[in-house]
Nanobody, 115 residues
Framework: QVQLVESGGGLVQAGGSLRLSCAFS????????MAWYRQASGKQRELIAT???????NYADSVKGRFTFSRDNSKNTVYLQMNSLKSEDTAVYYC?????????WGQGTQVTVSS
């Protein structure tokens, strides 16, 4: 059974940076497309960064130029480097792994940006 464990969230001031990690286990990591989502209080979960089949990454307009997705297949881990954080980035951030009909979620990590 695939498991995803996020870490790295916390409280940061506006303009600061955080790096989230998502550790993958229980499957063949290289076979899964990975993505990051977030869900702010009272809002729907939104996709913010996802890998494409061509090896690039698509970002939501709200984070483009500030967030960077990366993947380390040797560590079965994906990362989300978040710079120039804004109060509107406050949310629970979730890691997602997908392969054909299989979808897995992590438990989420809270990011709070104070203004």
């Amino acid at each position: 059974q695939v498991q995803l464990v996020e870490s790295g969230g916390g409280l940061v001031q506006a303009g600061g940076s955080l790096r989230l990690s998502c550790a993958f286990s229980g499957g063949i990591f290289s076979r899964y497309a990975m993505a990051w989502y977030r869900q702010a209080s009272g809002k729907q979960r939104e996709l913010i960064a996802t890998e494409t089949s061509g090896g690039t990454t698509n970002y939501a307009d709200s984070v483009k130029g500030r967030f960077t997705f990366s993947r380390d297949n040797s560590k079965n881990t994906v990362y989300l480097q978040m710079n120039s954080l804004k109060s509107e980035d406050t949310a629970v951030y979730y890691c997602h792994a997908g392969m054909v009909y299989f979808n897995y979620w992590g438990q989420g990590t809270q990011v709070t940006v104070s203004s």
